[in-house]
């Protein structure tokens, strides 16, 4: 008879002296566990319900300005500097970190409008309604001292143009900017006069945008409603679109650079290829008045976007809804929005004078995260993706707290559409078969398409 | 069940060619993959079947990582018994057994007497490490059994039926003459569960931290351990009874009744979900495989039955009296009666049970309780004069998880295990007959009825109504003339939905043949309106 029986001996199974770690064992046979389904089920009920309770999207504000803030602009070569500019036409550069002022950029005599940095993070360049555009050396990013005053700066140039500006960008690759005023100008940093200029219509444009991708491109958009794509190699532009409501702000996706979207007039945001204009890819609705500014996060997955309905929110860029609302009640119309440069931080200025600093994932949890706190962190990520469907998940995940005045401006946006839908279908029930036909809304804001 | 047997069906030898490696594994990796994979067949969405084939392929992967683990990493082997000649097993005695086992599995095989406080029960801890002890004549004791040393043991000076753990071993239930109580492994009494009544038998679900218990007026009753709230408190209706199991594939309880039936109940119904007549007389034992899908049950009609739980139908019947009946984790069923035990195996896995080993005790000793120790191959038996302990090989899991059940756990482990399973609380919700349902689609389209189907059910409608009896009533209320027209009401009001249903279908069927046939010139406000057009 051959025999043999379970034994364990204990040092086997122990550490030998208490400086060791404990030993772990595993075996994986499901029989050991039984009702795994609803304890992963249970589980990811309950991440989902902690996602909620650590919900503080809410950083700081950064008080500074005396009037409104109209325009931002990210340093492409550092992380934590944003500039700022005010309807006052006070132009500031923030720390992020440090949540304060580090220079002031005085001169101009209107609003700014147009603020951006060229690609190297050397040159900013401003314009404004008092028909300047003014290029300043960014002085160069040190340890700041916390009690140091804040530096002033003189421009290094002044131009002075026939026409107030309303937007500005840089090039991505190369040493032209865009302003938007009564035209679309081309400059260039060393020539007082823009080396080019494009027309098209006679009414002053509201943004430019140049092409993260291919430097040449460009898009700009019109309060003719209007949206323009310029090749600046070609004397004339290349394709323009018209609207219902005219379009605030172009954003291009830096991951996919041929597509982009605008923030509408009428409180959507439509997603474009540009190669295809007479149909938006994707609209994302949910705003409930005009959005005025749009910034994709350097994924390219989500962007942000400020409506003057006092929210900042995140979408997803392939997506109907958003994915994020972020308000306070101190929070006035938001006029400019921006993505961090590391997608982790949004940051917006508003109406009230102030900058809000944001965090992209409203739960996420800020500082060192130890490696065992990231697994369980990704497991949670994993449980939640995998039972989202469920009813009561999906419900706890997409509910939003909203403000009183967004709550009733959304229920009574809702009536509104299913009215009119309501009203098509009846349309439609009285009608010869084929004489009236419903448009998708992906084309019904689009009036044409001009090469 | 096929999954253990799939395991012994696998080759001892070396395997020699890359080939045979991985057809090794593929059959090891069976039990991780929980299953068959997604049905990929008619769907037509090319990007949602891209991402199920991707993350199968990933299924796929975490198996073969697994069974690579249970090949090369796991430190023990299970034991085993391999006769030579003409020996069986079932023959094979203790004594055999203790000749040829190591020193440290002999300090297993003992009896300790206790003749005072007998019969006792008795009542393991998920490890294995701890375990309690419940003389009926009052007396209480925790073992720790890794080194056999009595942690405590106290006299509550009255009956006790049955003890429990709770979630671990600070913690167990002792049911006593009038109430149940909870004591800590001190011996501290911490609370008296006067809610319960006299209690019979006690169970806990782990995963729900629920005490289950059933008592003396033929009541089932749950109580959350936790926060102290009577999840449940149900009549059964079927008498008193002492035989009670949880499966523990589905945290499912179950009842075995004196009239022979077995009825499986979950908290959040009133009546039971199955009901089952298993023996012609009273149900003595109930058994539950670790799968779940095996069932044993043992009555006095002299027949010990195994069931196939999910045909509801008995596989096989043996004969034999058991006052108890327990499943080892590798599937070993052991069956008590008097002085006489016997362990029945499956060898081949086709369902097949017989007689592995047996184990005679002295004469005039009655086994109340069979245990086995989860983790070792020992089988525990509380009987009259105190309680037992012998060596039954291949009885338990071989390797344990630490994270599941460490019969090595230290104090800082077991505190922050307690809190993770508070975490994880199961709602009682969760338990269902079928614990794979959730996190799945329900089906709420039905099939559509037949025609002759639909009068068949509206018939048995109208009959159960007409063979409902009225209640005699007095003053003249239970006149014939009365009686008519309620019982011809209650008729009409059975009848109404078929009715209203087929009313309906007939209207939607007319709409659409006007549909097809005539208005398709006509908007759709005027269709309505096609059939009054002079035919043409």
């Known amino acids: 008879m051959k025999l043999k029986v379970i034994s364990r001996s204990a040092d086997e199974f122990t550490r030998e002296r208490s400086q060791d770690l404990q030993r772990v064992f595993h075996n994986y046979d499901p029989k050991l566990r039984p009702q795994e389904k609803a304890v992963e089920y249970t589980r990811a009920l309950n991440a989902v319900k902690l996602d909620k309770i650590f919900a503080r999207p809410f950083v700081a504000a950064m008080d500074g300005h005396i009037d409104a803030i109209s325009c931002m602009a990210k340093n492409p070569s550092q992380l934590k500097e944003i500039f700022s500019g005010s309807m006052d036409g006070d132009i500031r550069l923030w720390d992020i970190a440090a949540r304060r002022t580090i220079c002031q950029f005085p001169g101009h005599r209107g609003a700014v409008r147009g603020l951006t940095v060229s690609t190297d993070g050397r040159i900013l360049v401003s314009c404004g309604t008092d028909s300047t555009v003014r290029l300043w050396n960014v002085p160069v990013s040190s340890f700041v001292d916390p009690y140091s005053s804040i530096k002033q700066t003189e421009p290094t140039s002044v131009y002075v143009w026939k026409n107030a500006f309303c937007a500005a960008d840089h090039q991505w690759d190369g040493e032209h900017f865009a302003t938007g005023g009564a035209q679309v100008d081309i400059w260039n940093h060393n020539r007082s006069q823009p080396v080019n200029s494009f027309v098209w219509g006679s009414d002053t444009v509201i943004s430019v945008r140049f092409n993260p991708g291919e430097p040449n491109l460009l898009a700009s958009s019109a309060s003719d409603r209007s949206i323009n794509l310029y090749d600046l190699r070609m004397d004339s532009p290349v394709r323009k679109m018209i609207m219902q409501t005219k379009t605030n702000s172009i954003a291009w996706n830096p991951m996919e650079p041929i597509n982009f979207t605008v923030a509408n007039e009428d409180g959507y945001c439509y997603s474009y290829d540009s190669r295809k204009l007479g149909e938006a890819k994707c609209v994302h609705q949910d705003h409930v008045s005009a959005v005025l500014d749009i910034d994709y996060s350097p994924t390219g997955r989500e962007f942000v976007t400020g409506s003057y309905d006092r929210s900042v929110r995140i979408f997803p860029y392939n997506g109907g809804h958003m994915r994020e609302i972020y308000h306070t009640k101190r929070m006035q119309r938001v006029f400019c929005v921006k993505f961090s440069g590391d997608g982790s931080y949004v940051i917006s200025g508003s109406d009230d004078t102030n900058l809000r600093l944001w965090k992209a994932n409203a739960s996420e949890q800020l500082g060192v995260i130890l490696p065992r706190e990231k697994k369980k962190h990704q497991y949670h990520e994993a449980i939640k993706k995998r039972y989202k469907h469920l009813p009561e998940i999906n419900r706890i995940a997409r509910h939003k707290h909203l403000p009183r005045s967004i709550f009733k401006a959304a229920k009574l946006m809702h009536i509104m559409a299913d009215s009119r839908k309501r009203k098509q279908e009846r349309k439609k029930a009285h009608s010869a078969p084929g004489s009236v036909t419903t448009t998708p809304l992906r084309k019904r804001r689009i009036l044409k398409e001009v090469e | ?536």
């Open chain 2, 1 to 536: 069940m096929e999954e253990t047997h799939e395991n012994d069906a696998l080759p001892n030898n070396r395997p020699s060619t890359e080939q045979d490696i991985t057809d090794e594994l593929e059959l090891r990796s069976k039990k991780y993959l929980r299953g068959e994979g997604a049905d990929l067949k008619g769907l037509k969405d090319k990007k949602l079947r891209s991402q199920i084939v991707a993350r199968e392929k990933l299924y796929g992967q975490t198996a073969i990582a697994a069974a690579k683990t249970e090949k090369w990493i796991m430190p023990s082997e299970a034991g085993f018994i391999v006769p030579e000649g003409i020996e069986k097993t079932d023959t094979i005695k203790q004594e055999a057994i203790t000749r040829e086992v190591d020193i440290s599995s002999l300090r297993n095989q003992y009896d300790i007497t206790l003749p005072e406080f007998g019969p006792y029960t008795l009542d393991f801890t998920s490890s294995g490490r701890y375990m309690a002890l419940g003389g009926r004549k009052g007396h209480l004791a925790i073992v720790d059994m890794m080194n056999l040393s009595l942690i405590r043991d106290f006299q509550v000076r009255e009956t006790v039926r049955d003890v429990v753990f709770l979630h671990n071993e600070l913690f167990f239930a002792a049911a006593q003459k009038k109430y149940s109580y909870i004591y800590s492994r001190e011996g501290t009494e911490l609370h008296c569960l006067k809610e319960h009544g006299s209690v019979l038998r006690l169970q806990f679900l782990k995963n729900h931290f629920l005490l289950a218990s059933t008592n003396n007026y033929g009541m089932l009753l749950y109580q959350d351990v936790t926060m102290g709230a009577i999840v449940g408190k149900y009549r059964t209706g079927l008498g008193r009874t002492n035989v009670m199991q949880v499966n523990p594939y589905n945290a499912v309880v179950s009842l075995g009744h004196s009239a022979g039936t077995v009825t499986m109940w979950k908290p959040t119904s009133s009546s039971h979900l199955v009901k089952m007549l298993c023996h012609q007389g009273p149900v003595t034992a109930l058994a539950f495989h670790s799968n779940g899908h095996i069932m044993a049950t043992a009555g006095v009609d002299k027949k010990i039955k195994l069931w196939d739980l999910r045909k509801y139908e008995a596989f096989q019947t043996l004969p034999g009296y058991a006052n108890t009946l327990e499943f080892s984790q590798k599937g070993l069923l052991a069956c008590g009666t008097n002085s006489y035990l016997q362990v029945l195996r499956d060898v081949s896995g086709t369902q097949n049970y017989s007689r592995y080993m047996t184990h005679s005790m002295a004469k005039g000793y009655q086994i109340g309780k069979l245990a086995f120790r989860p983790y070792e191959d020992v089988l525990c038996i509380g009987h009259s004069m105190g309680y037992s302990s012998i060596l039954i090989p291949g009885a338990g899991e071989p390797n344990f998880d630490s994270w599941v059940a460490n019969p090595f756990e230290t104090p800082k482990q077991r505190s922050q295990k307690e809190i993770k399973a508070l975490l994880d609380k199961l709602p009682p919700e969760t338990i269902m007959l079928d614990p794979s349902k959730i996190g799945t689609v329900k089906h709420t389209t039905k099939e559509k009825l037949t025609k002759k189907e639909r009068e068949e059910e509206m018939e048995a409608a109208i009959e159960a109504v007409k063979s409902k009896k009225l209640k005699k009533k007095t003053k003249g209320r239970s006149k014939a003339g009365k009686i008519m027209p309620k019982k011809q009401d209650a008729i009409a009001n059975a009848k109404r939905p078929f009715l209203e249903q087929k009313i309906a279908e007939e209207k939607n069927e007319s709409r659409k043949k006007q549909k097809t046939n005539e208005g398709v010139d006509l908007p759709k406000s005027l269709q309505r309106f096609a059939h009054k057009k002079p035919s043409s």
